[in-house]
């Protein structure tokens, strides 16, 4: 019986590349000479820190920046808002991976509405999808790239 499964997946490896460009690109740009401003990546948060609140604003952009040129969607940032001390002001973004349960029952659910003949089923952080027939697991692929999401989604470990 043909199935696949619908991960969300980042490559941490791009991130950590990002997160370095965006160190070294802090250093070269007069709007940030001397000013303590820096991107710290802490396994999959990334902490944004410098002395203002706009600083901290044109820090994510070049972070997006970044991960964009990098291949890695931003939609798998969690956008926390920023925080303000007497000089320090601090941002912190966390890169998610995996399907939550909430977005897992959304995808069964728009599926199971679509009336096709497949079975949806979510297995931790993945769904998979099984079914008689190619053509319908094709036709579910093309639903939920259709939809929109606020995850990146991938299709993989396709098996007939």
Same mark, same amino acid.
């Given at each position: 019986?043909?199935?696949?499964? +619908?991960?969300?997946?980042?490559?941490?490896?791009?991130?950590?590349?990002?997160?370095?460009?965006?160190?070294?690109?802090?250093?070269?740009?007069?709007?940030?000479?001397?000013?303590?401003?820096?991107?710290?990546?802490? !396994?999959?948060?990334?902490?944004?820190?410098? =002395?203002?609140?706009?600083?901290?604003?044109?820090?994510?952009? +070049?972070?997006?920046?970044?991960?964009?040129?990098?291949?890695?969607?931003?939609?798998?940032?969690?956008?926390?808002?920023?925080?303000?001390?007497?000089?320090?002001?601090?941002?912190?973004?966390?890169?998610?991976? !995996?399907? #939550?349960?909430?977005?897992? =029952?959304? +995808?069964?659910?728009? /599926?199971? !509405?679509?009336?096709?003949?497949? %079975?949806?089923? +979510?297995?931790?952080?993945?769904?998979? /999808?099984?079914?008689?027939?190619?053509?319908?697991?094709? %036709?579910? /692929? !093309?639903?939920?790239? #259709?939809?929109?999401?606020?995850?990146?989604?991938?299709?993989?470990?396709?098996?007939?």
């Amino acid at each position: 019986m043909p199935s696949f499964d +619908i991960v969300s997946k980042v490559n941490m490896q791009e991130v950590v590349n990002a997160v370095d460009q965006a160190n070294r690109e802090l250093t070269t740009r007069f709007d940030f000479k001397g000013i303590d401003a820096k991107f710290e990546l802490d !396994g999959n948060k990334v902490t944004l820190r410098a =002395r203002e609140e706009f600083q901290v604003k044109q820090m994510f952009d +070049i972070l997006t920046g970044r991960l964009s040129t990098r291949k890695v969607d931003v939609r798998s940032l969690q956008v926390d808002s920023p925080q303000v001390n007497v000089n320090d002001t601090w941002q912190l973004v966390t890169v998610r991976q !995996g399907i #939550e349960a909430d977005l897992a =029952r959304k +995808i069964v659910k728009m /599926i199971k !509405g679509e009336k096709l003949k497949v %079975q949806a089923s +979510i297995q931790g952080e993945q769904v998979r /999808i099984s079914g008689k027939k190619k053509d319908v697991l094709q %036709q579910v /692929i !093309g639903m939920l790239k #259709e939809a929109n999401f606020d995850m990146p989604l991938q299709f993989e470990n396709y098996r007939d």
